[in-house]
């Protein structure tokens, strides 16, 4: 009972995600230390169309596994 849902380097961990660089930062400053970017730190805004993919798993497939 403990894949629920796989979290890729997640938000929840602290890391927050540039867009610039594509990376995952572990930091608590709110811009990215290499470039400067703002960097992401909500997991789902449903409004950025951006080449992150999360797939969200129906819940019909979940109670037949
Ligand atoms: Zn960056």
Do not use: F, W
């Not at 894949?3 to 990215?32: E, F, I, M, P, Q």
């Amino acid at each position: 009972m403990s894949a629920t849902r796989k979290v890729r380097r997640s938000y929840a961990n602290g890391y927050k995600y540039c867009s610039r660089c594509r990376t995952y930062h572990l930091t608590d400053k709110v811009r990215c230390p290499y470039c400067g970017t703002l960097l992401r730190n909500s997991p789902r805004k449903k409004k950025q169309s951006s080449n992150e993919k999360y797939v969200e798993v129906p819940a019909e497939i979940l109670l037949t596994v």
